[in-house]
């Protein structure tokens, strides 16, 4: 990272145009990292991947996240406030 972006956490747009713009294929594997599980910008990285055919993963620290029903295997860590 050069540059901070302020702001795109909270774009799922932001997440997919990232990985199109590295060329991402279905050879690639995605691992969305978000705390709250709900975090558009891992949403919407995930998403896409998977729309090219790459497998996914997703690690939350909450149970039942919003980012686990859109992955191929998720772990969630319970770990409180």
Excluded: H, M, W
Excluded at 50 to 76: F, M, P, R
């Amino acid at each position: 990272f050069v540059k901070a972006k302020e702001g795109a956490e909270d774009s799922i747009e932001e997440g997919a145009e990232d990985l199109k713009r590295i060329g991402l294929n279905e050879k690639d594997l995605v691992i969305g990292l978000t705390a709250s599980g709900r975090t558009p910008y891992a949403i919407g990285a995930v998403q896409y991947a998977k729309s090219v055919g790459c497998v996914t993963g997703a690690i939350s620290c909450n149970l039942n996240s919003e980012i686990s029903e859109d992955v191929d295997v998720a772990v969630e860590l319970e770990t409180g406030p």
